[in-house]
């Protein structure tokens, strides 16, 4: 969800994209270092490649979870057929091949966890990212997946209750205060007073 959501609405009416630059991408990584164990690795124009075609990916995908509901107004322009981006979402999950592990420390209970086997961080942190989304779709909140239907807003959020329209309440504030301005727009009619 985070991968997708590096494209957001930028307060002025456009669009931000957190990845647009390498440098503008290490600043987003180091975010999501947590993904990876150690140091995040160093954004170079091949890892900055493969993340943007991750995230297109990976928006196709989304936008192809939310149908027959509208995608996000970014992902309206031709999308990555489905099958293309199932391939490169798959192809980026087996660059890291993980393995289980038991982790036992002490006298305490025993974990699971997986291990990767890569020894370059940038595979890595791309594979976790692509499992993450591969566990996401797959999993029971694709179905409460829904693109923010706010004016301008290119979000992509899980619905928590039926009604919910918005990925944030500043998107709901945005949205209703555009409702009340079309309504001040409109034409007054008169009513017709039958003379002539």
């Not at 239907?149 to 949205?175: E, L, T």
Request: charged share 25%; proline share 9%; with cysteine.
């Amino acid at each position: 969800m985070d991968l997708a959501n590096t494209l957001r609405h930028d307060g002025q009416g456009g669009v931000t994209d957190d990845l647009a630059t390498p440098a503008a991408t290490a600043r987003w990584l180091r975010q999501w270092h947590e993904l990876v164990p150690g140091e995040p690795p160093d954004v170079d124009g091949e890892l900055h490649a493969r993340l943007l075609g991750l995230r297109t990916a990976v928006r196709a995908l989304f936008a192809h979870a939310v149908a027959p509901g509208p995608a996000s107004r970014a992902d309206t322009r031709p999308l990555m057929p489905k099958d293309e981006a199932l391939a490169g979402l798959n192809a980026a999950a087996t660059t890291d091949p993980v393995v289980p592990e038991l982790h036992w420390p002490g006298e305490s209970t025993p974990t699971r966890r997986m291990r990767s086997t890569e020894t370059d961080a940038r595979t890595c942190f791309v594979a976790a990212l692509a499992r993450a989304a591969i566990a996401f779709l797959g999993g029971p909140d694709r179905e409460r997946l829904r693109a923010c239907a706010a004016p301008r807003c290119v979000r992509y959020f899980v619905q928590v209750h039926g009604r919910q329209q918005w990925c944030a309440p500043s998107c709901g504030n945005r949205a209703r205060v555009a409702r009340h301005h079309r309504r001040r727009q409109r034409p007054q009619t008169r009513p017709h007073d039958g003379g002539s």
